[in-house]
């Protein structure tokens, strides 16, 4: 059966309460955005790519980025 909105929610329903509670909690808290508004996001990725740009920020590999230690 495919994973679906209705499947997870049957499921999350047939939790106990308290399990119920941590995984709202859990969901409720996917749902709180950055507190940044989007003017200052953009000013912060402007710097970041001038820096980038410039070389005064060398950057990442990916090997960097994505390393488990």
Known sequence: ?????IVVAEEALS??????AELA???IQS????????AEIKVEL??????LKSGADPGSTF???FDDE
């Not at 059966?1 to 909105?5: A, D, E, F, G, S």
């Not at 939790?15 to 119920?20: D, N």
């Not at 749902?31 to 989007?38: C, F, I, K, P, Q």
């Open 46 to 51: 402007a710097r970041r790519l001038e820096g």
């Open 25 to 27: 909690k859990l969901l």
């Open 63 to 65: 090997e960097q980025a």
């Open 1 to 5: 059966m495919p994973l679906t909105n």
């Open 31 to 38: 749902l709180e955005g950055d507190s940044r508004s989007d």
């Open 15 to 20: 939790l106990p309460p308290l399990e119920r």
